[in-house]
């Protein structure tokens, strides 16, 4: 459950730049209903707005139109008031950040040419309070400040614990109203074939708490990425099995087929997020044998946690043995997931489960005959599996309680489901930041993507969308649409996108429609709802005591019998209370 609170991520990477933020930072709709008078007035210009946009935001425009090949961003309807006269509204935030949380040159997190045209188009000011790198960092912050009742106006990702908690205390705005009354019709008309998916983790005695962080389908399940030209040195095929995977991450590190000094080629990537996570997770290896360590499952009438099922022994076991040989680096247990994508990045990994998304345009970068491939996952004693999650994620965006300007993050999200979903719009961010112009009219990505400067429900630093099906539907687009095109005739960016030189994109997109396809696959955690009241008080310390046995087992620290001793102290800890309360929720549904 813990590892619930870590941080999905297609933006992270620089393909995430590739694949969503080059799509239309598509303008706005308005949306179908407006503030009201009493919160808006003072904002409201005296007059409609007449002028250019262009001469308004100046070089915090986006798009390129003066180059030959260039294109135009067309910027939607800005809804009635817009640009308004006056000082602008100031609200605080939350911020996730990280080593991929990049910028221009003098710009920041709270000044940058997205927050800048936000600012200049709807006289709105966001200003960040404090951000956080992990998951820890995060859990703290948001602690302290419920602890001292000084919370920000908006509160971007808060993890499922604490933000039930937060209801309790009586911190939050009530949503239930807001949502129906200041989201867009194409916004509720996106989530209501979800029914109450949506809420499965805001909805609390009947009201809406929070917003849910989407993403899109097939997100979190994985593939197998592997350097084909790797394979190619070796002879080898991608594995079909768990045996196979081993014996090629052992000859991968054997060959010393990474880049840098001597040793220091990992086999297979890992991090400290065993469980599951976005970028080299284990929960394949775990999936080949029927369970998640962090997941509830079916246990005879009820469910049970699979952190302490007997079962997890094997592939303790195995991965005990795999740490032994060499797979893994000697240090994974103390890397982020973001670690993990740099050690793919540098050269040093070439095997790794990750979503469909997860080829790594920065590797063909560093070397250039770098080229990747994908394969389904190695299937294991009880076969293919792929970790998923619910697309409405469980970390939530909420609004301090009496937050004056709930209305202005609906009416800008809104605003946002236009800019990223309709396509024709061209916003693929801003020159010289997040692209560059080359040789004969050719344009190339930077590190620098500019989701992650838009707080709220799209954007942030994990990522985020109105509609699941965002990401999918691009794909089908251009395809559909630009490919049609003769090369000599498309601009720039279109180019880009199409023509993929590297073949990184297009093993992405050819691996999510796989995925797609077979999303049969993937295994759910059975517990869809808020923390039990156990939960709440005590599940972090419980989680913690699993995760120190499980990567203590794995490297060897510890035998595996004290699986045995983790799962009574578990159990003595509230994992008995927290079952009875996991089960008396779920024979309630029945």
Not at 407 to 417: C, G, V
Not at 531 to 539: H, L, S
């Amino acid at each position: 459950m813990s590892n619930n609170f870590s941080m999905s991520r297609r933006q992270f990477l620089q393909l995430s730049t590739m694949m969503g933020v080059s799509v239309a930072l598509v303008a706005c709709a308005a949306p179908t209903t407006t503030a009201p008078a009493a919160t808006t007035a003072a904002n409201q210009a005296a007059t409609p707005f007449s002028g250019s946009l262009d001469d308004l935001l100046g070089k915090d425009m986006p798009g390129s139109p003066t180059h030959a090949k260039g294109w135009t961003t067309k910027l939607p309807d800005l809804g009635e008031g817009n640009p308004p006269a006056g000082e602008p509204i100031e609200i605080s935030t939350t911020r996730r950040v990280d080593a991929q949380t990049t910028f221009g040159p003098g710009d920041s997190l709270d000044n940058n040419p997205f927050s800048r045209m936000i600012q200049k188009l709807f006289g709105i000011k966001f200003t960040v309070a404090w951000t956080w790198a992990t998951n820890d960092e995060q859990n703290s912050k948001y602690n302290l400040a419920m602890a001292s009742g000084d919370l920000p106006d908006f509160l971007e990702s808060v993890p499922s614990p604490i933000f039930v908690k937060m209801v309790e205390a009586d911190l939050l705005e009530d949503l239930t109203d807001a949502f129906p009354k200041y989201a867009s019709q194409r916004w509720q008309d996106a989530w209501k074939e979800y029914g109450d998916l949506p809420w499965t983790w805001t909805r609390i005695d009947g009201k809406i708490y929070g917003l849910p962080r989407v993403e899109d389908l097939a997100h979190n399940d994985n593939v197998f990425w592997y350097r084909a030209d790797w394979l190619e040195t070796l002879g080898a095929k991608a594995p079909t099995t768990l045996d196979e995977l081993h014996d090629l991450a052992k000859a991968v590190v054997d060959k010393g087929l990474g880049k840098g000094a001597a040793g220091t080629t990992i086999g297979l990537l890992a991090n400290k997020d065993y469980a599951h996570t976005w970028y080299g997770s284990l929960d394949p290896i775990w999936g080949g044998y029927g369970l998640i360590p962090d997941h509830w499952s079916k246990e005879g009438d009820g469910l049970m946690f699979d952190g302490i099922r007997p079962e997890m022994k094997e592939p303790l076991q195995l991965l005990n043995k795999w740490y032994n040989d060499g797979i893994f680096r000697k240090d994974f247990f103390t890397l982020q997931t973001s670690d993990s994508v740099q050690d793919v990045a540098s050269g040093l990994a070439g095997l790794h489960f990750t979503p469909s998304w997860g080829a790594n345009l920065d590797t063909v970068k560093n070397d250039p005959n770098t080229k990747w491939a994908f394969s389904d996952i190695p299937a294991g004693p009880k076969g293919q599996f792929r970790h998923t999650e619910n697309n409405f994620r469980d970390d939530s965006f909420a609004f301090k309680k009496g937050m004056e300007h709930v209305d202005k993050i609906f009416m800008l999200a809104s605003w946002m489901q236009e800019l990223t979903e309709d396509f024709d719009r061209r916003m693929h961010g801003w020159e010289a930041i997040n692209y560059t112009w080359g040789d004969n009219d050719t344009v190339a990505w930077t590190t620098t993507g500019w989701m992650p400067w838009a707080p709220g429900p799209i954007g942030t630093r994990g990522g985020g969308m109105i509609d699941p099906r965002r990401v999918g539907d691009e794909i089908k687009y251009r395809q559909d649409n630009w490919a049609k095109i003769d090369a000599g005739q498309r601009d720039a960016m279109q180019n880009l996108l199409l023509q993929d030189p590297t073949g990184v994109q297009t093993v992405s997109d050819q691996s999510r429609v796989q995925i797609l396809d077979t999303t049969k696959f993937g295994i759910m955690t059975a517990l869809q709802t808020t923390p039990t009241p156990t939960m709440v008080e005590r599940w972090v310390d419980m989680q913690k005591l699993v995760d120190q046995s499980i990567l203590g087992i794995i490297t060897g620290q510890q035998p595996i019998n004290a699986f045995d001793d983790m799962v009574t102290q578990w159990k003595q800890l509230g994992g008995d209370q927290v079952t009875k309360e996991v089960n008396d929720w779920y024979h309630s549904k029945s």
